[in-house]
């Protein structure tokens, strides 16, 4: 049995405002591996075992400067569920945001105590 709570961090996201200049930056003054790009709204690239997207806000209450934290998780549904009975103002349900070549990548936001925007996220075989 798989359990509900995080086992690391997945990902992090950076608020960019001009996705090809960040990408020179994070590739060329950083030296982080680029992984992938989905212009013009997003960049990844791997820091250690964590990936970071580069990302244009997807709406003026995700447009300030912080990150997201993307908590990895075995059961996104179950893992969501337990977030939301113990009280987390948990937005929407579980979706998948991505069909890669051997996973899905799932997603389900929520918000921390102060307001936070994060995410548990799930690589489902």
């Not at 709570?5 to 992090?12: F, N, S």
């Not at 994070?26 to 250690?48: H, I, N, Q, S, T």
């Not at 912080?66 to 998780?73: A, F």
């Amino acid at each position: 049995m798989s359990s509900v709570a995080p086992t690391g961090i997945l990902q992090l996201a950076v608020n960019v405002h001009d996705v090809p200049r960040a990408v020179a930056f994070y590739r060329d003054v950083l030296g982080l591996p680029l992984l992938f790009e989905v212009p013009p709204k997003m960049a990844f690239f791997m820091c250690g075992n964590v990936r970071l997207m580069l990302a244009l806000p997807e709406g003026p209450e995700h447009d300030h400067p912080g990150s997201i934290v993307y908590y990895r998780v075995d059961d996104i549904h179950a893992s969501h569920r337990a977030l939301a009975a113990k009280g987390a103002t948990v937005a929407g349900s579980p979706h998948m945001i991505a069909r890669m070549p051997d996973h899905e990548l799932w997603l389900a936001e929520f918000q921390d105590s102060e307001g936070n925007t994060a995410a548990l996220m799930s690589e489902v075989r």
